[in-house]
């Protein structure tokens, strides 16, 4: 399409305040009037409203618009939705472009309105050099399998699997464990109404196993996901068993005869259990397994069994990997509780009679080791005055830095049910706050005080152990007198932090999901996208994603449900065509052995056959655009980030003072989400940097940094996610590879390497954003503009090189 | 654990102790608060976030702190009280706010003595008792050493005279 045909909309948001308080909006829509194009500027105060769409549509029509570029938010947030507009007034969706001036700008520079203003105009006029090479895409469309694979058996994937079985579509549910029931089939009772736990989980874990759209397996860890929405290829690992589950009828007689006994995790180790064991006698598949680790291989169970007529024990069973192929993914991993004993003063492993609050928890339970006494291990006696102490590794920046959420509860239930089954003890609850904001919360901690138990504002300093009674002396200030005091008890119960469940992490790299700083699961938005992850198709439900107690978890197991059903029930999903293709002109395999693309791509998306012209498997090609930065000839390109595309964005935002300038590009995954967050954070920093969004920041070629260099930038940065974190396997250690001598190639040219930055942060790391924003800008007003301008010239000529050699 | 070495800058001091939630761990471990009731390091952060500062530097708390750094392990929001107060301590005797006499006379005993607090006659008595024998003289002339190379005596003189 030539200059002249090219008819742009643009449309300046004011996003009520949010923007138009700090960014003058009718400035930025004039000033951009005259850019290359721009056939009508406006700007309008919620452009995302419907006669903001509308707006669009009518210029659409009357001035024969085949471009829209709008200037509000983060593409993170509306793109979606102005896509749908522009397709709607008839233009390809592809022929439309965001300028980022709300997260990027007016909220993290809220300071600084004029120079904001300045820099809202640079972002409009690098959308509008970028919308005038798009071309017109056609999204992919690929068949959706309509099962589904729930990761974790707690109470929210339970539910998950539930509601998705429900509504008739094939559901497996796979389990680490031996069995399902989670944290919740350990707890006694639930607050606020003090339901039994197990009594209302067990039907459900029934209902599981008897479902005929569910399928269980339990035992298994998954190790490997691949391919992508609609049509995930999962490998599990299946530990053995060594009983065969479908001859196994759980009646327990190998038990009765194994000689072994180790302590039972699930009793938190205050109970025995046999080698040849079922956790709890609600199991769910009610099916035996054998520790290996604590078996002696005597094989009484084996003759037992025999003897009972089966033959389910099965010493040769090897672990295997399954194969599963899902349309979408519910992660529902849950929690583990913090091990106090990290944090000295609490005693925890000094005084054998301070515990935890789910060994309480276990002791209170009438099927538990002590069958509902609560005794002391020290000597076994049962304590007359408890203290149960709160935020033990919460809201502490030795341990865990966040609220855990549910443990204020949790403690007044612990409480109440003591001093339920023994009025005469005295019961102190130690906290900092009591948080109780939900239903009938807040009641059932009325309930404990006029029950008479003792509330002491503080948080103790030590915890310790009186050699001679055994008892636990708790040094603090009562908050409420304003003095120190010291109380006596005889056994404490700290009521722990939530953590992340182990192995969150590998696991979040194997999806290629992020994790957030606290190392919980990182949802795609905290207020719209609360179940979804950042790549379609995977979800969270439940405290994978942080903290929740038991009705948030079931509601978020529902959620993630009715998430993945909407996927599922379409034949096809719609897919984004930014993918990678290969222009068989310029490819030299075919006079030369080459094949660098193949070996780059993570996915084994290209072919490169001897004498023949590359060819990349569109179902295949994730788009991250790590084979067209590494192309040696140039014959790859990245729809919708062609290098025509990315070299105007440069230009544009290079245009005016570029030497004050950071141009920045940054991974649509991680840096780029990181920078949103800072402005949604409302983290301030000075407003130098010019953001390029990519898809992978192994798509930034050397070109483009010796370009930005030769049109004068101050500074360049290229971000991506973590090492091992990266959405696209390896694409950031791709770009790693490729930049790291780029600083030599700048320092022989003259110009100053610490110019050019090489940073990974996350998607949760806006506050580490900001500040880089500012550690860079202090860097350059160190060294100064006339320093940055004489190196620029001086490298001129080699950078001029290098780009031609790379072209 | 941010130290605060120099004087300059009070606000970064207010803006640290705003970080605090009144927990009261510091008050709950301090040894000097189950002694003498006029320290109350909570209470000081709190006066420090949104009372005086000028209340806090005049005033006697500051120069109560044993600076045993118990409560700097404990906080969990990691304010390093002990380094704080040192901060206000030198922040003070810039303005011109000298420390009580009781802190001047332990000072003075450290000049005089090498040690904050000599073994008193009743210690060296009990000490023969059990036969642990004598305690050693202290190094009193490397401590007086130290005061005068780091200019201390000469600075608290001129801010003594300025008063």
Known sequence: MKNEDIRIGLYVCHCGFNIAGVVDCAQVAKDSEKLLGVVVSKDYKYMCSDPGQEMIRRDVEELDLNRVVVAACSPRMHEVTFRKCVESSGVNPYLFEMANIREMDSWCHSHVPKEATEKAKDLVAMAVAKVRFLKPLDTLKVPVVSKALIIGGGVAGIHAALDLGDMGYQVYLVERSTTIGGKMAQLDKTFPTLDCSICILGPKMVEIARHPNVELITNVEVTKVDGYIGNFQITVHRNPRYIDEELCNGCGECTKVCPIEVPNTYEEGLGPRKAIYVQFPQAIPMRYAIDRDACIECYKCVDVCTEQGRYAIDFGMEPQDMKLDVGTIVVATGYDMYDPGFIKQYGYGVSSNVVTALEIERMLNAAGPTFGRVIRFSDRKEPKTIAFVTCVGSRDKNAQIYCSGFCCMYTLKNAVLLKEHFPEMDIYIIFMDMRTNFKGYEEFFNRAREMGIKFVRGHPDEIFEDPETGNLILSLEDLSKGQPVDIEVEMVVLSQAVVPSKGTKELAQILTVSTDNSGFFLESHPKLKPIDSATDGIFFAGSSQGPKDIPYSVAQGSAAASRSARIMSHDEWEIEPIIAYIDPKKCRNKSVKCGVCATKCPYGAITVLENQEAIVTQAKCHGCGTCVADCPSDAISQQHFTDAQINAQIHAALDKNPEKKILGFLCNWCSYAGADLAGISRHQFPPNIRPIRVMCSGRVKREFVFEAFLKGAGMVMISGCHPADCHYISGNYNAEKRIKPVFKILENAGINPKRLRLEWFSAAEGEYYARIMREMVDFINELGEDTIRAENEKAKPLLERMIKRGT | ?163
């Open chain 2, 1 to 163: 654990m941010t130290t605060f070495n120099t004087t300059k800058d009070l606000d970064a001091i207010k803006a640290y102790a705003n970080v605090c939630f009144q927990c009261g761990v510091c008050m709950g471990g301090c040894p000097v608060a189950r002694v003498n009731d006029r320290f109350h390091p909570r209470r000081l952060i709190r006066e420090l976030a949104i009372g005086s500062s000028e209340d806090v530097l005049k005033g006697e708390t500051i120069w109560l702190c044993a600076q045993c750094h118990i409560c700097s392990e404990t906080c969990p929001q990691g304010i390093g009280i002990p380094d704080l107060i040192i901060g206000l301590r030198n922040f003070a005797i810039n303005i011109g706010v000298l420390p009580p006499e009781s802190f001047v006379k332990n000072v003075k005993q450290l000049v005089e003595t090498g040690r904050l607090v000599p073994p008193s006659s009743r210690i060296e008595q009990l000490r023969d008792r059990l036969g642990l024998g004598r305690i050693e003289q202290a190094a009193a002339e490397e401590v007086q050493h130290l005061i005068t190379n780091t200019k201390f005596k000469k600075l608290v003189n001129s801010k003594r005279e300025n008063q």
